[in-house]
């Protein structure tokens, strides 16, 4: 794709609407728990996105999230603007603050999918996101399945969790979750201080495992981990520097919430100007397939992995994910 050229059939603003969360989760990237965007704040950067997406001719995918979006006074106001304006919206969240009056209320707002982490089974879950946040993340998700409403499960695999993939599979089974999308931890080795981050041969096994469960048809995820025997249809890349941006509740803007590169603050520049305009969105749209992964089968699908996990590992986003065991390199190894 020429950088200059943008072609989308939709765009995806990840918007953090507050900082405030009532967990305190091991691998979480925030380090300030109190800021929040204030209404007459939102609302320009709703009629940002809008003008984004009306400049690009596309639809919007609006994903809502924190911090823990159910501490935002104002969320569902925001999610029945957003599809007052025919943008499809979901909510990202840690499950525990939602109760039958919360999925209601999602369901009256028309959210077109929530997505609740569970990070593992009940003991890995608790020791990265604290005590009875097992069982009220489960209590929310019985909720909103309850009203219809489609409900992901998202899992981060880490050090301590990695194993519990194929039992976490089997409860979204169970409790009638509709889809379980999962990813690695990713933090930049200088500030791993619990040492989460997965080895190589850890990653591997969750590979494996999660194969097997590809097949089965209990997990999907085409993105961060797609270099795993999958159907080729299901494999998409990273969307980094293309139909893809973050706003932070303090109103920077970055590519991606996993890729630390701030390009600006939307209260000094609009999103459209930021997304056109940013050298380092220009940089992202140039990376084309990395040299060491053109002889590979998935190549023009999967275009070197998620960026976000080159730069934690490297400093730079233009080289294959290293962890990738198809890599010439590594395979043998």
């Avoid at 194929?166 to 500030?191: M, Q, S």
Wanted: charged share 25%.
């Amino acid at each position: 794709m020429n950088m200059d050229t943008f072609n989308y059939t939709d765009f995806i603003l990840q918007w953090h609407i507050t900082h405030r969360c009532n967990l305190r989760c091991k691998h979480c990237y925030q380090e300030d728990y109190s800021t929040f965007e204030d209404f007459d704040q939102a609302l320009r950067i709703l009629d940002q996105y809008c003008e984004l997406l009306k400049a690009y001719g596309c639809s919007g995918q609006l994903n809502i999230t924190g911090g823990e979006p159910l501490t935002h006074p104002h969320l569902f106001e925001l999610l029945r603007l957003a599809r007052s304006r025919r943008i499809k919206t979901g909510v990202l969240t840690n499950g525990t603050l939602i109760g039958e009056w919360e999925a209601k209320k999602l369901k009256a707002c028309g959210v077109d999918y929530v997505q609740v982490s569970l990070d593992g089974i009940k003991k890995s879950h608790e020791a990265i996101r604290g005590p009875g946040s097992f069982d009220r993340a489960l209590s929310g998700i019985c909720a909103l399945k309850s009203k219809g409403i489609f409900t992901s499960v998202s899992f981060t695999a880490q050090r301590g969790n990695y194993k519990d993939l194929k039992k976490l599979a089997n409860l979204c089974e169970d409790i009638g979750a509709d889809k379980l999308w999962f990813d690695r931890v990713i933090i930049p080795a200088a500030e791993d201080s619990e040492n989460l981050t997965l080895s190589l041969d850890s990653f591997r096994q969750l590979c494996n495992t999660a194969a097997r469960l590809n097949r089965n048809g209990k997990v999907f995820c085409g993105r961060a981990l797609q270099f795993i025997p999958c159907k080729k249809k299901l494999i998409y890349h990273c969307s980094a520097g293309h139909n893809l941006l973050v706003v932070l509740a303090n109103g920077d803007v970055m590519p991606c919430r996993r890729l630390p590169l701030v390009i600006g603050n939307v209260k000094q520049t609009n999103l459209l100007t930021l997304h056109r305009t940013s050298p380092v969105m220009k940089n992202l749209r140039a990376v084309g397939i990395p040299e060491g992964c053109k002889q590979c089968s998935y190549a023009e699908l999967c275009r070197g992995g998620p960026k976000c996990v080159a730069y934690a590992k490297t400093g730079r986003f233009d080289i294959p994910d290293p962890d990738c065991f198809l890599l010439p390199d590594k395979k043998n190894n």
